[in-house]
């Protein structure tokens, strides 16, 4: 049974840094691709970064780059998010998933459960 679990949410203020990390278990790893989403309350999930099994290669939504950075550990069971320069505006949910394929869509397989991030200003 695959299961993702955010974690490293909280409350900060505007102009700091925080990294989430997802940690995972029962993936048969493959050719598998790792994404962080994020949810502002009444709109869709948003797509921030992805990358693949191996670390290789990443995708970052034009919004984010350069700003965030998505990361493996060297045992590639945890995902991480470094998030620089937090503005209130990236206050939402933040969701870790996991999915066969790349894609920038909220398709992907399976999702964590969330964590929240509040950026006061």
């Known amino acids: 049974q695959v299961q993702l679990v955010e974690s490293g949410g909280g409350l900060v203020q505007a102009g700091t840094s925080l990294t989430l990390s997802c940690s995972t278990s029962?993936?048969?790893?493959?050719?598998?691709?790792w994404g962080w989403f994020r949810q502002h309350p009444g709109k869709e999930r948003e797509f921030l970064a992805a990358?693949?099994?191996?670390?290789?290669?990443?995708d970052y939504a034009d919004s984010v780059k350069g700003r965030f950075t998505i990361s493996k550990d060297n045992w590639k069971t945890v995902i991480f998010l470094q998030m620089n320069n937090l503005q209130p505006e990236d206050t939402a949910a933040y969701y870790c998933?996991?999915?066969?394929?790349?894609?920038?869509?909220?398709?992907?397989?399976?999702w964590g459960q969330g964590t929240q991030v509040t950026v006061s200003s």
């Open positions: 029962g993936v048969v790893f493959g050719n598998y691709v």
């Open positions: 990358i693949d099994w191996r670390g290789a290669n990443t």
């Open positions: 998933a996991v999915n066969s394929a790349w894609s920038r869509r909220p398709d992907y397989a399976y």
